[in-house]
Every structure is written in structure tokens, then in C-alpha cells.
């Protein structure tokens, strides 16, 4: 079994230094193909993420759910799916600018961003104790009993192979993606009842249109279990900039080939209706003096038991752009945050809201 490994650096930090405002959380969940990722400790000894990073920054740290690592409240994601002449210069940029986790995957850019990102790492020198670096497994093996969670990977099978990993001082910890709230909190049983390691982190989608699984379910397992999320697609595959708002352009994503149900989504009815959203929450950002984009982020960052939010970008021009979104965090007041509610009219409700 392939393991994904993530290097990490953690400090003990109480929560309480939490840079978002008190507010009532809410939630939904939806399943999908579950794989699971870990993380690789660091052999230089134990230091403040803050000192590794961008000392001058605005960049804030969160603990990953309620274990001790501290990453950075956004992360750069994707950026190596295509390898190109510009992966260099934006993890360059991003490390400059305090992002301390880069998440990646065995499948991406044909399993060569892994290799890429280790060669650009080495290549720059940084100090190993400064960063996190996320991936996940799934995709690569081709065979029934290299992949995935079916009757021939029990969650009980992959929660013994994490904390084989940890043990043998590969990792220092592992979390899930796209798992329901169900299975992790089953991965969890799983490792009380056999004293084995269990999950500390979630990657899930999250974005003004899926909202419940991270505002409903996960808030409650972040309360009973400590688990932490990391979410992914705050712009929604682009939809959320505004770019599809007056159809699909020729240059962007939904136009490309291999993306065909992206253009679907934008141009049927829900997608239309979407628009019409996007729309009335431009002119709110304009208003605010930011971007949709950056609205957007910010808004996912603010949700509880969100350590971390990932970014894919494909510029460094879109990067500085993306992260000032952690300067839009402050102007998001609860009188705000009601009102993006209304526009969007989705705000989910968990059961125990609607018993009477």
C-alpha cells in the first residue's frame, strides 16, 4: 500500500489564539471515493512555524484540528497539477508570504508533482522544519488491492496501515479526504478500540454551494473528536469569480477539453441561478473594496474547525491576489455574514435545530 506523506513541524498551542470570531456553526455531508493521507515528522528538532515563514506578514496559524500542528489559515493546492515554469515561483512566493502548508497528490500532473515539488524544495534550500507538505492516496495503484476503501480495504485495514507508518517514524500524522463524517468517526472507534492512531483532518470541499458537510457535520466531530478541516475549491472551479457570469470564455477552464461538465453546470438552470448570486455578491465585494474571490476565501476561512483553506492558482499575480483575502477576514461581521446568507439562501440546518 502507497502512503502519502506529509512533513510537518508542530507547536503546542491552545486554540484560544484563534484569529476568527465566536459564531453558531451549521452543516450537511456528501460521500464520494474516501482516500486517506498522512504526515511526515521533521528530524531537526521542533520550531515556531511563525519564525520558519514569512516573519512580516499577515499570515495567521491555526492548530490542524486539535492536535499540535500549527499550518498556515491558507495553503497552496493544485499548483502543481500541470508542471509548468511557474510551479517555481509560486511556491516561492507563497513561502515569502507565510504559507507553510503545500498539499499535493500521487495523481497529479501524472505523478510527477510529487517529484517536482521535492526537487524545487531541495532546490531552494528552505529549512525541513518550516513547512508542512500534504498528499493523498488513491489513484496510483491499478489493482483491487491498491485502492480505495471497498470491501477489500476496510477502514480498519487503513487505520492499522497509518499508524504502522507513524510508528515506523515515517509520519507524524494522517487525516482522510472526502470521507463522511460516519467513516472517520468509524476510523476513530477503530483506533480506540485497538490503541492505534487515529485521524487528525478532513479535506473537503467547501464553497458558498456546498456548505453542508462542513458547516453541519464536521463541527461536531471537530467538538467530540478533535478532528480539524481542510477545505478545498473556495472559488467553486472558478464559478464564484465572476468570470462565468455572462457565459463561458473561450480561455477559461470550462472551455477546455476534458472539462466539459463544468461548462454543463455553468450553463444549466442551477448554474444560471448561481450567477445571478455571484452577481449580487460582486457588487457586496466591491463594496467592501475587495474582490469576489477574495470574499469568497475569506469566507470559508471563517467557518469553525477550519484550519485551513486550500487555494489553486496558476500565477503568482493570482496568488498575492488570493491571499489578501486574509486582510477581508476582519471586515466579515456577523451583520455581514447574514446578509451573504440571504443572497445565497442555502444556509444549511442541522436535525437537532429542527426538532421541536
Same mark, same amino acid.
Given at each position: 500500500?502507497?502512503?502519502?506523506?506529509v512533513?510537518?513541524?508542530?507547536?503546542?498551542k491552545?486554540?484560544?489564539?484563534?484569529?476568527r470570531?465566536?459564531?453558531?456553526?451549521i452543516?450537511?455531508?456528501?460521500?464520494?471515493?474516501?482516500?486517506?493521507?498522512?504526515?511526515?515528522?521533521?528530524?531537526?528538532?521542533?520550531?515556531?512555524?511563525?519564525?520558519?515563514?514569512?516573519?512580516?506578514?499577515?499570515?495567521?496559524?491555526?492548530?490542524?484540528g486539535?492536535?499540535?500542528?500549527?499550518?498556515?489559515?491558507?495553503g497552496?493546492?493544485?499548483?502543481?497539477?500541470?508542471?509548468?515554469?511557474?510551479?517555481?515561483?509560486v511556491?516561492?512566493?507563497?513561502?515569502?508570504?507565510?504559507?507553510?502548508?503545500?498539499?499535493?497528490?500521487?495523481?497529479?500532473?501524472?505523478?510527477?508533482?510529487?517529484?517536482?515539488?521535492?526537487?524545487i524544495?531541495?532546490?531552494?534550500?528552505?529549512?525541513?522544519?518550516s513547512?508542512?507538505?500534504?498528499?493523498?492516496?488513491?489513484?496510483?495503484?491499478?489493482?483491487?488491492?491498491?485502492?480505495?476503501?471497498?470491501?477489500?480495504h476496510?477502514?480498519e485495514?487503513?487505520?492499522?496501515?497509518?499508524?504502522?507508518?507513524?510508528?515506523?517514524?515515517?509520519?507524524?500524522?494522517?487525516?482522510?479526504?472526502?470521507?463522511?463524517?460516519?467513516?472517520?468517526?468509524?476510523?476513530?472507534?477503530?483506533?480506540?478500540?485497538?490503541n492505534?492512531?487515529?485521524?487528525?483532518?478532513e479535506?473537503?470541499e467547501?464553497?458558498?454551494?456546498q456548505?453542508?458537510k462542513?458547516?453541519?457535520?464536521?463541527?461536531?466531530?471537530?467538538?467530540?473528536?478533535?478532528?480539524?478541516?481542510?477545505?478545498?475549491?473556495?472559488? =467553486? $472551479?472558478?464559478?464564484?469569480?465572476?468570470?462565468? $457570469?455572462?457565459?463561458?470564455?473561450?480561455?477559461?477552464?470550462?472551455?477546455l477539453?476534458?472539462?466539459?461538465?463544468?461548462?454543463?453546470?455553468?450553463?444549466?438552470?442551477?448554474g444560471?441561478?448561481?450567477?445571478?448570486?455571484?452577481?449580487?455578491?460582486?457588487?457586496?465585494?466591491?463594496?467592501?473594496?475587495?474582490?469576489?474571490?477574495?470574499?469568497?476565501?475569506?469566507?470559508?476561512?471563517?467557518?469553525?474547525?477550519?484550519?485551513?483553506?486550500l487555494?489553486?492558482?496558476?500565477?503568482?499575480?493570482?496568488?498575492?491576489?488570493?491571499?489578501? =483575502?486574509?486582510?477581508?477576514?476582519?471586515?466579515?461581521?456577523?451583520?455581514l455574514v447574514?446578509?451573504?446568507?440571504?443572497?445565497?439562501?442555502?444556509?444549511?440546518?442541522?436535525?437537532k435545530?429542527?426538532?421541536?
Open positions: 500500500m502507497q502512503v502519502s506523506i512533513c510537518t513541524e508542530h507547536n503546542l491552545s486554540r484560544s489564539g484563534d484569529d470570531p465566536n459564531r453558531a456553526t452543516v450537511g455531508a456528501g460521500y464520494s471515493k474516501p482516500r486517506p493521507y498522512c504526515t511526515r515528522p521533521c528530524t531537526q528538532g521542533h520550531a515556531h512555524m511563525n519564525e520558519a515563514t514569512g516573519r512580516n506578514t499577515s499570515m495567521k496559524y491555526r492548530n490542524l486539535k492536535c499540535g500542528l500549527r499550518v498556515s489559515c491558507m497552496l493546492g493544485k499548483f502543481l497539477k500541470h508542471i509548468n515554469h511557474v510551479a517555481e515561483s511556491l516561492t512566493v507563497a513561502y515569502e508570504n507565510g504559507v507553510n502548508l503545500f498539499d499535493t497528490a500521487e495523481i497529479y500532473a501524472s505523478g510527477r508533482a510529487e517529484t517536482v515539488l521535492g526537487s524544495i531541495k532546490k531552494k534550500g528552505w529549512r525541513r522544519s513547512f508542512v507538505i500534504t498528499t493523498k492516496i488513491y489513484w496510483g495503484g491499478q489493482a483491487e488491492t491498491e485502492r480505495g476503501l471497498s470491501r477489500k476496510i477502514i485495514e487503513v487505520v492499522r496501515a497509518m499508524t504502522f507508518v507513524i510508528n515506523q517514524g515515517l509520519a507524524m500524522y494522517w487525516g482522510t479526504s472526502r470521507w463522511s463524517a460516519m467513516e472517520i468517526m468509524e476510523a476513530y472507534s477503530v483506533a480506540r478500540q485497538f492505534l492512531v487515529p485521524p487528525v483532518c479535506q473537503a467547501y464553497h458558498y454551494f456548505r453542508d462542513v458547516e453541519v457535520q464536521l463541527p461536531e466531530l471537530y467538538h467530540k473528536i478533535g478532528v480539524g478541516v481542510m477545505t478545498w475549491s473556495p472559488l =467553486a $472551479c472558478g464559478l464564484i469569480t465572476g468570470k462565468y $457570469c455572462d457565459g463561458v470564455p473561450d480561455t477559461s477552464r470550462a472551455a477539453k476534458g472539462y466539459e461538465w463544468l461548462k454543463e453546470k455553468v450553463q444549466s438552470d442551477e444560471r441561478r448561481q450567477m445571478m448570486k455571484i452577481k449580487e455578491i460582486t457588487t457586496l465585494a466591491e463594496r467592501l473594496g475587495c474582490t469576489a474571490a477574495q470574499l469568497a476565501i475569506a469566507w470559508c476561512m471563517r467557518s469553525e474547525g477550519v484550519s485551513c483553506v487555494i489553486g492558482v496558476s500565477s503568482t499575480e493570482q496568488l498575492l491576489e488570493n491571499l489578501e =483575502a486574509i486582510k477581508v477576514l476582519s471586515l466579515l461581521t456577523p451583520e447574514v446578509q451573504l446568507d440571504s443572497v445565497l439562501g442555502n444556509m444549511p440546518h442541522s436535525k435545530e429542527t426538532r421541536h
